[in-house]
């Protein structure tokens, strides 16, 4: 597995549906957010989709933009599946982390 620069200090690892960010740069609430989004997104999709998603600017489903107002959507959308399993602490702390993450990815 090979570490890429995605943008600004975010390290892309794997390729595919191998796909995921390295969080060792990540500041430990992030770090701590990461562990939940890695367990509990990955039960409907694979981490290259949101890692897509953050470089691009644009949901790869969709093709819809993918900015502050899509990750609370997307929060309350997880948040309403009922197989997501997700509480509403998780789904914060997932929203929290993809809005930082498109932060990291804007400068």
Same mark, same amino acid.
């Given at each position: 597995m090979a570490a890429t620069s995605a943008h600004a200090g975010l390290k892309v690892v794997g390729k595919g549906d191998n796909m995921h960010y390295d969080p060792s740069s990540f500041p430990p609430a992030m770090k701590a957010s990461y562990d939940i989004m890695k367990?509990?997104?990955?039960?409907?999709? #694979?981490?290259?989709r949101t890692v897509v998603a953050i470089q691009t600017g644009i949901a790869p489903?969709?093709?819809?933009?993918?900015?502050?107002?899509? #990750?609370k959507a997307y929060g309350v959308k997880m948040l309403r599946k009922p197989d997501s399993n997700m509480n509403k602490k998780e789904v914060k702390a997932t929203v929290e982390l993809m809005n930082w993450l498109l932060d990291q990815a804007n400068q």
């Open positions: 367990v509990k997104c990955i039960k409907c999709h #694979t981490l290259e489903i969709s093709g819809q933009p993918f900015d502050r107002n899509a #990750t």
